[in-house]
């Protein structure tokens, strides 16, 4: 899953800078969504190991 949300912000850091560049705001939207979909897997994962710590 880790690397699923790598590739992801890596996507959106590449988006928002092209959405810069040429001005256009579809690729700082669609920057913004990866970089939102990135953040919650991030959370995810963090909810998920800090769950498991308290079970254990």
Known sequence: ???HMYVRFVLAVML???GFISLNPFFLLLGGV???SA???WQQEK???DWEGRQG
Request: aromatic content about 20%.
């Open 34 to 36: 990866f970089a939102y």
């Open 16 to 18: 928002v800078a092209v």
């Open 39 to 41: 953040f919650h897997i």
């Open 1 to 3: 899953m880790r690397r």
């Open 47 to 49: 909810d998920e190991k």
